[in-house]
């Protein structure tokens, strides 16, 4: 079966034109994947997108005192740092609408300063829009020289719309090294 030089070419012509389309469509794909991500860490809480309130903002939210949720605090490190690094409580159990304040210690066991940056995380991922930190030591990296150790506070408020379904709230933090090469 032999086949027409035309139809050849119009065969030709459609496959060049549906592999443009499925270019150009990668391209723009490309281009939505950060909004997206934001979408989806906003959502499920990964990546320290919680709910972030300045400290005005906080003393006229009104307490909920006939119900508590718990609050558990989980700290992870990077092995490459050689920080230790810890909640100072394990939970603490929380009023809806009451600011808290906790804190994480972290020490450098390193012979020379090392950077690092902390990503927050909230589970379950739904409740994540309804922790609010007013203070956090996420908020910009942090510096430890060789064998320092800090304290490192977080203030937060886990919000009153909080479903009712929802009793225990994890923050968990992961440290990073920012990249400082030992000198």
Known sequence: MT??????ARKNLRTVRKLALVGVAMFGFGFLLVPLYDVFCDIT???GKTGRLEAAEASG???????????????NVRDEMG????PQVASMEVHPGALMTTSFVAMNNQPHGV?????PSVAP???????NKTECFCFS???LAAGESKDMPVKFIVDRDLPR???RLTLSYTFFSSGDEPG
């Open 115 to 119: 950077t690092g940056h902390a990503v």
């Open 141 to 143: 990296e942090q510096h």
């Open 45 to 47: 809480g990964l990546n």
């Open 83 to 86: 920080w230790d690094f810890r």
């Open 3 to 8: 086949t027409n030089p035309s139809d050849l």
């Open 165 to 167: 379904d929802v009793k």
């Open 61 to 75: 939210v009104g307490i909920d005192k006939e119900r508590t949720v718990t609050v558990e605090f989980i700290a």
């Open 125 to 131: 991922g739904r409740a994540s829009r309804y922790f």
